[in-house]
Every structure is written in C-alpha cells, then in structure tokens.
C-alpha cells in the first residue's frame, strides 16, 4: 500500500514556474513506476509525464516536452515535476500516482495505475 501527497500547486503567470512534489509513504516506494497526470475542468485526466523506478527512464507527453521534468528521490520517498515557461493550457489538477508497472514508463495509463493522490490545483494567468 502506498500513499501518494501531492504539494507545490498555486497561482502563477504565464512564463512562470512551479514546482510539484510528491510524498510517498508505506511500503515500497523504489518498486513502482510513477507519474504526473492532470485533469482540466471539464476535460479528461491525461498523462503528462512518467518516470521509471531508478529514474533512468522518462516520458513527457508532447505539449510539455523541453517545458517540464519528472525526477525523483528514492532516499526521500518523493517525486517531482518541475514546471517553466507556464501556459494557461497547463491550468489543471495535478495528480500523482504509483504503478509496479515494469514496461516502458510510456506505457503508463489512467486506468492502469494502482495508487493515486488526491491532486494539487495548478493555475496559470494569461
């Protein structure tokens, strides 16, 4: 069982930056694959970006390539997104969520994670 806590959303102008965390606690962190996803009003949730267990492995979907990164510290049970250059198209709940999927981290989906947390509001000014 894992326990997923997003932190990091607010406010923010277009061209800015964010970063989101987030805290894993229970069991196992190092095992699973995770991911960003986020959902706009309205809209479904879409992947944004994965990262494998090591970290070795990335994906980003197209419309934030070379905008974001995923990381991840193990030691610290965390995950990251970093966020610049801001759209107000990236205006969404963030979710983190956790999958011992073992394939490439492209192939992480909505409905194939185990774990999720319940979001951080990300809103970007025009």
């Known amino acids: 069982q894992v326990q997923l806590v997003e932190s990091g959303g607010g406010l923010v102008q277009a061209g800015g930056s964010l970063r989101l965390s987030c805290a894993a606690s229970?069991?196992?962190?190092?095992?699973?694959?995770m991911a960003w996803f986020r959902q706009a009003p309205g809209k479904e949730r879409d992947y944004v970006a994965g990262?494998?267990?090591?970290?070795?492995?990335?994906y980003y979907t197209d419309s934030v390539k070379g905008r974001f990164t995923i990381s991840r510290d193990n030691a610290k049970n965390t995950l990251y997104l970093q966020m610049n250059s801001l759209k107000p198209e990236d205006t969404a709940v963030y979710y983190c969520?956790?999958?011992?999927?073992?394939?490439?981290?492209?192939?992480?989906?909505?409905?194939?994670?185990?774990?999720w947390g319940k979001g951080t509001l990300v809103t970007v000014s025009s």
């Open positions: 990262i494998n267990w090591g970290g070795s492995s990335t």
């Open positions: 229970g069991r196992g962190f190092i095992s699973y694959s």
């Open positions: 969520a956790a999958d011992k999927w073992l394939g490439p981290v492209a192939g992480l989906s909505v409905d194939g994670m185990d774990y």
